[in-house]
């Protein structure tokens, strides 16, 4: 019960820093994307691998730009940020 309630927490933390200029969207965005997969394995560990997966398709969805970005960065290219 307490694990649903901290993954409807971090959806709407992610729904709130989404909504701000994306200036103020790197330090909450960065402290969101730590923490979920943490919650993701909890997910798995406690629901099973099928919702697991299920949370692990909609981490990627919604942070698809951030992932792409880290990628490039670890693949030594610059990706530009935006303003």
Sequence with gaps: MTLM???ILW???SAGVAMLPMRQQYVPGV???IAAPVLIFFIGYLYGWILA???LAAFVSMFRNPLKFFLAKLRGQNPQVPE
Excluded: D, E, T
């Design 53 to 55: 997966l299920l949370a």
């Design 11 to 13: 959806v709407f933390a």
């Design 31 to 33: 402290a969101l994307l």
């Design 5 to 7: 309630l901290i993954c």
